[in-house]
Every structure is written in structure tokens, then in C-alpha cells.
Nanobody, 125 residues
Framework: QVQLVESGGGLVQAGGSLRLSCAASGLTFSAYAMAWFRQAPGQEREFVASITWNSGRTYYADSVKGRFTISRDNAKNTVYLQMNSLNPGDTAVYYC??????????????????WGQGTQVTVSS
């Protein structure tokens, strides 16, 4: 049974930083592309960042490029999202997602078949 468990969310002031973690179990982690999505109240879930199985490629939404960094540690079955220069527009529930892929790291939510429960990130102005 695949489980993805996010942690690291919280309340931070604008301009601050947070590091999210997603611990995976029940899967061969190195066979999966991983991604972070977020969903703000009343809005659709949106792509934030993704990473290929071997960290060879990373992809970012334009809104977070240059501020967020996705990384992974296959020895620890964990993917991370370092978030810097946070602003109130980054407030959302952040979700970790996984899909079997040795090719790319999709941006579309419907291509991912495993999801975590989400962690709340709130940025105050």
C-alpha cells in the first residue's frame, strides 16, 4: 500500500521560508517521478514543481520559479520542497504526488496516481 506523508507546513510571515517533506512508503521510490501541487480555498489544484526519478530534471510553475526548489533523496524515500521568499499568494494546502515514470515528471495532476493528505502553508502579510 502506497503512502505519501507530507510534513513541514505552517504559518510564516511574508518573505520567510519553509521546507516541506514528503515521505513515501510501499513503493519503489526510485521508479517514481514526484511532484508538488497546491490548492487554495475555492481554487483548483495547481502544479508547483516536479522531479524525475533520478533528479535529472526538475520543472516549476512560473509563479514559483526562482523561489522554490524541489529535490529528492532516493535513499530516504523522500522528496522536498524548499520554499523561499514566500508571499500570501503561496497560501494553500500543498500535496505530494507520485507516478511511475522513468522518462519525465508530468505537470498534470491527472497523470499522478498516488497522493498525500496535504499540509497547510499559510503566509501572513
Amino acid at each position: 500500500q502506497v503512502q505519501l506523508v507530507e510534513s513541514g507546513g505552517g504559518l510564516v510571515q511574508a518573505g520567510g521560508s519553509l521546507r516541506l517533506s514528503c515521505a513515501a512508503s510501499g513503493l519503489t521510490f526510485s521508479a517514481y517521478a514526484m511532484a508538488w501541487f497546491r490548492q487554495a480555498p475555492g481554487q483548483e489544484r495547481e502544479f508547483v514543481a516536479s522531479i524525475t526519478w533520478n533528479s535529472g530534471r526538475t520543472y516549476y510553475a512560473d509563479s514559483v520559479k526562482g523561489r522554490f526548489t524541489i529535490s529528492r533523496d532516493n535513499a530516504k524515500n523522500t522528496v522536498y520542497l524548499q520554499m523561499n521568499s514566500l508571499n500570501p499568494g503561496d497560501t494553500a494546502v500543498y500535496y505530494c504526488a507520485a507516478v511511475t515514470s522513468r522518462v519525465g515528471a508530468p505537470r498534470a495532476a491527472n497523470e499522478y496516481n498516488h497522493w498525500g493528505q496535504g499540509t497547510q502553508v499559510t503566509v501572513s502579510s
